[in-house]
């Protein structure tokens, strides 16, 4: 998993680092940092790319990444600090430039959830006594509904601002009046829900669960669900690797799920971030599993060794 990584990252690096050089702006970003999160008169450039949503992921893809070679080589390998990472932590800040240069909200908030949420849980899981553990959960777990709950003025101020709201408010009763609400419109491509070629009007669709909604209907909707429930669960139950580990790959797979509520990125082939967080995470839950047989087999062997020896006793005792 470590090499795929690294590969991973110098292959997005590459790549980005072309875009940076060919579309340089002097880093005009940073003269407009105050606007970063206006609507439309925000500054943005995406660097040669379809798009500036594109530029915005797979930067925050690569940071992501970095983040994760760096708790790999402290608490798995165990490696010092060498003059690649400091090279590499240098890259990065490049790449952040990049990442506000995009003017992704969706991103740029994503890669402040991400450090967040694993500078929380790195302090939970470090607490012993399960009930601070449990009333530090729920005081998080508080907080974040507050905030979402409490000041509606904001969200509803963020989906104006955004159009958001547009994506449910003329895509919805389209999938209503189609009488296909359980199997959907079909899996289509989703930015053709926005260029005018299908049978009704229905606008662009900029959030992941929508898109399935509108493409596999409620059947769909419920599966993919299930799958997401089931992959949290196994990344929770990752425990025999590292915990470090743990918690940064199930900060990826929040973050992922989390951009998906503004770009329809969780699975997508025009992502490429998806098989990459994918892979991360299938992987992390194979190796645990590994483990758990491993420790399982151990048991066992031990098992049958006392039960030898006894069996052993036995005979030179009586025979």
């Known amino acids: 998993?470590?090499?795929?990584?690294?590969?991973?990252?110098?292959?997005?690096?590459?790549?980005?680092?072309?875009?940076?050089?060919?579309n340089f702006d002097g880093f005009q970003v940073l003269k407009h940092l105050s606007g970063i999160?206006?609507?439309?008169?925000?500054?943005?450039?995406?660097?040669?790319?379809?798009?500036?949503?594109?530029?915005?992921?797979i930067s925050l893809c690569l940071l992501l990444l970095s983040f994760y070679i760096s708790v790999y080589k402290k608490y798995i390998l165990n490696h010092p600090k060498s003059i690649i990472d400091h090279i590499r932590n240098l890259y990065n800040v490049i790449i952040f430039t990049m990442l506000l240069a995009s003017g992704s909200r969706s991103s740029l908030t994503g890669f402040l959830a991400f450090l967040l949420l694993y500078f929380c849980m790195s302090i939970v899981t470090g607490?012993?006594?399960?009930?601070?553990?449990?009333?530090?959960?729920?005081?998080?777990?508080?907080?974040?509904?507050?905030?979402y709950i409490f000041p509606n003025d904001l969200f509803n101020i963020f989906l104006e601002i955004s159009n958001r709201g547009l994506n449910f408010t003329r895509n919805l009763p389209v999938l209503f009046e189609s009488g296909r609400c359980l199997?959907?419109?079909?899996?289509?491509?989703?930015?053709?829900?926005?260029?005018?070629?299908?049978?009704?009007?229905?606008?662009?669709?900029?959030?992941?669960?929508?898109?399935?909604?509108?493409?596999?209907?409620?059947?769909?909707?419920?599966?993919?669900l299930l799958i997401f429930i089931l992959l949290f669960i196994s990344i929770i139950k990752i425990n025999k690797v590292n915990r470090n580990i743990r918690n940064c790959v199930m900060c990826i797979?929040?973050?992922?799920l989390y951009v998906g509520l503004f770009e329809?990125?969780?699975?997508?082939?025009?992502?490429?971030?998806?098989?990459?967080?994918?892979?991360?995470?299938?992987?992390?839950?194979?190796?645990?599993?590994?483990?758990?047989?491993k420790e399982i087999s151990k048991v066992n062997v031990s098992m049958i060794n006392e039960k030898e020896k006894r069996i052993n006793k036995y005979c030179n005792t009586y025979i």
Request: proline share 1%; aromatic share 20%; net charge positive.
């Open 183 to 224: 199997v959907g419109i079909g899996l289509i491509n989703p930015g053709l829900f926005g260029n005018g070629t299908l049978w009704s009007s229905t606008f662009y669709v900029d959030n992941y669960y929508l898109y399935v909604l509108m493409s596999t209907g409620v059947i769909g909707a419920i599966i993919v």
């Open 253 to 256: 797979f929040i973050v992922d």
């Open 127 to 147: 607490i012993k006594n399960k009930k601070i553990k449990y009333s530090t959960y729920f005081i998080i777990a508080s907080s974040i509904i507050f905030i």
């Open 1 to 22: 998993m470590y090499k795929f990584v690294n590969i991973a990252y110098l292959c997005i690096a590459f790549f980005l680092g072309i875009c940076f050089i060919q």
């Open 264 to 293: 329809t990125s969780v699975i997508n082939a025009l992502f490429p971030s998806c098989f990459i967080y994918l892979v991360i995470i299938l992987y992390s839950i194979q190796c645990s599993n590994i483990q758990d047989v």
């Open 37 to 57: 999160f206006v609507s439309f008169d925000r500054y943005s450039n995406a660097y040669g790319l379809y798009h500036k949503n594109a530029l915005g992921n």
